[in-house]
């Protein structure tokens, strides 16, 4: 068996093209939706993650701000550009760029974006509807992955998944949505002792814990749906996954490819939710 490839940028961009009519729809009400990026330091990763964000507001028509700080600003520094934002009626997403450097607490400051602003969908609020089972903005990167499912057809309902990874920006957010759909769920982290042994009944399987080669082609059951968000740098300068692709695409059915794959939906995750912001503060006349 050899695994089809899930085209990611092919996937964006069919997502790209719904948005597009959204987006027309509000500027004929006089609304073109703003997304705001906050940028501290010069982490070069995060350089590149913000350009290309940049990048695809201009393809659908979102506006964009890219507001820097020094390394060395302080957290009431930053909550002050944040607080700001919340407050400009232009703006309807707000983004917080991560990692931040090691003096300021990511937690703390994620929670000043208001609610209706968190198109990264981190804030206890927005996480807090995704349990209660009515999510509102939800992390990018979980529903780039559910999108990618839903465009490959692949069944939900009754399926055993296994999500590799506890983060509260990937794998939690995605078992909650496969839990929603229907899905028996298992949660795995680094610390599972025999991963395998959950791997090997999952119909879905969702690895997000920046390791590579933490699941390979042995580890599958054939013809599972292999969904790779981790994207690592290697000695030699390449880029990789946490899947051993060589090997896990001779056993899966379908497979995502590092680059290529779940990282283009997260950043088109992020124009549906800042479209979906705009879309909602302006019903509710702010």
Request: with cysteine; charged share 20%; aromatic share 2%.
């Amino acid at each position: 068996m050899t695994a089809s490839l899930i085209d990611g940028a092919l996937i964006a961009r069919k997502l790209f093209d719904t948005l597009r009519p959204r987006v027309a729809a509000l500027a004929a009400r006089g609304v073109t939706p703003g997304l705001a990026a906050i940028l501290v330091g010069d982490n070069a990763a995060s350089e590149v993650y913000v350009r290309n964000k940049v990048r695809a507001c201009a393809d659908i028509g979102v506006k964009s701000e890219v507001h820097r700080l020094a390394v060395a600003c302080s957290e009431a520094e930053l909550i002050a550009v944040i607080e700001k934002l919340n407050r400009d009626p232009l703006i309807h997403g707000i983004l917080l760029q991560l990692p931040l450097p090691p003096h300021l607490n990511a937690e703390r400051t994620t929670a000043r974006i208001a609610a209706a602003k968190d198109v990264d969908g981190f804030s206890a609020e927005s996480l807090g509807a995704l349990v209660a089972g009515h999510p509102k903005l939800a992390p990018c990167t979980a529903l780039g992955v559910m999108a990618m499912i839903d465009h490959e057809r692949i069944p939900v309902e009754g399926a055993n998944a296994v999500v590799v990874g506890r983060s509260v920006a990937v794998g939690k957010p995605t078992a909650l949505m496969l839990i929603a759909r229907g899905a028996t769920v298992t949660v795995c982290t680094s610390k599972t002792r025999d991963l395998a042994h959950h791997t090997r009944d999952a119909d879905i399987v969702v690895v997000a814990v920046g390791k590579p080669g933490t699941v390979n082609g042995s580890m599958l059951k054939p013809g599972a749906a292999v969904f790779d968000v981790g994207i690592n740098r290697l000695a030699d300068g390449k880029i990789t996954g946490d899947v051993d692709f060589a090997s896990a695409s001779t056993v899966a059915s379908r497979i995502t490819p590092v680059p290529g794959g779940v990282g283009r939906m997260t950043v088109a995750a992020l124009m549906a939710n800042t479209v979906s912001a705009a879309e909602s503060l302006v019903e509710a006349g702010r």
